[in-house]
């Protein structure tokens, strides 16, 4: 068996080796963009040798004006079907005609000619803008990078604000992993530490300011921050816990961990954290007021409206019931 080759750098030598020429030979004047966007673990980087059983081939994605799509994409789809098995004869391959508005109405339901508010940042599912953001471009005549940048990642108000929510999902649980536990529930008070630790791995991803993928590569892109070797061995702690009082240690130093990491990158001025003890009941919780902290510094009056009003963050859990592109409009209501 061969070395592994990525699946990003199959479908750059798919473009170099059979689309360009093809685009040179038929249309030297036709403007156009070519990357590899989109679902996939080879968009994320994270392919490996297994990810060749399924829905895993050379693909590109080009982009083109909308009045040349009109003019010249039924042509040049016929083109390329009829020369790339010549050229690219050794596997199956895939590659999509689009306009750019086209393309990102379909990925996100967002019009790349209009203004990003913050109700369509946070109505954008965050899996999806490291889609479109990762992989790469191979070629760009009509500006596919531009429209990438301005997704690149959230602003700075709205990025504060998801730091907020994210704190507020992880306060009001951390002391039920002893709640739990005290009533001899340990397998609920396991699975609260787990989804604890889930939470807080969200707050690393956002304070590192990179976009979290979806569950099949969320661990392993945890692993490529560079908070990871510090704290997965506390986050680990929780999950192999015997004892829901085992459990309450470990949470506590996993907290601090991730407090000391909102301390050490000055996101705000510095936290103060403690153990506090909620109603004199014998569980113990790190806690300090990052979300205090984190709205004093929101200037933008729409997302400080919604921040005192609805401090929920994202829209990625609703998204598992609605979760076409088109169905962002109905979430844009909630945050009206």
Not at 14 to 33: G, I, K, M, N, Q
Not at 102 to 107: A, R
Not at 117 to 128: G, L, V
Not at 168 to 197: C, K, M, Y
Request: aromatic fraction near 12%; hydrophobic fraction near 45%.
């Amino acid at each position: 068996m061969g070395a592994f080759v990525s699946g990003l750098e199959l479908s750059r030598r798919f473009y170099t080796e059979a689309v360009r020429p093809v685009l040179e030979a038929w249309f030297p004047d036709l403007p156009y963009s070519a990357a590899l966007l989109g679902r996939g673990s080879e968009v994320l980087g994270f392919d490996d040798a297994m990810s060749g059983d399924h829905n895993w081939e050379p693909r590109v994605l080009l982009f083109l004006r909308k009045d040349d799509q009109a003019r010249n994409g039924d042509r040049l789809a016929d083109a390329l079907s009829r020369e790339v098995p010549t050229r690219f004869a050794d596997r199956p391959t895939e590659y999509g005609i689009h306009t750019l508005r086209g393309y990102f109405l379909e990925q996100l339901d967002f019009d790349v000619e209009g203004e990003i508010r913050a109700r369509d940042w946070f109505t954008f599912p965050e899996q999806n803008l490291r889609m479109v953001t990762a992989g790469a471009v191979f070629h760009d005549e009509i500006s596919l990078t531009p429209v990438r940048e301005r997704l690149a990642y959230y602003p700075r108000d709205v990025w504060l604000y998801l730091q907020i929510a994210a704190w507020w999902r992880v306060h009001p649980e951390v002391n039920l992993a002893g709640r739990t536990g005290f009533v001899g529930d340990e397998l609920g008070s396991a699975l609260i530490g787990s989804q604890l630790v889930h939470d807080l791995m969200r707050l690393c991803f956002l304070m590192e300011r990179q976009y979290a993928p979806y569950s099949k590569w969320f661990g392993t892109a945890f692993s490529r921050l560079s908070c990871a070797a510090e704290l997965s061995p506390l986050f680990s702690k929780v999950l192999v816990a015997r004892s829901w009082q085992e459990r309450e240690e470990a949470l506590m130093a996993a907290y601090s961990g991730v407090a000391q990491l909102h301390n050490t990158l000055e996101i705000t001025a510095p936290v103060t954290i403690g153990v506090e003890q909620l109603w004199d009941r014998p569980f113990k919780v790190v806690w300090g007021d990052f979300p205090g902290a984190l709205v004093a510094d929101i200037k933008d009056p729409e997302v400080r409206r919604i921040a005192e009003r609805w401090p929920v963050g994202g829209i990625d859990q609703i998204r598992n019931v609605l979760w076409a592109a088109r169905d962002r409009r109905q979430l844009i209501a909630l945050f009206d």
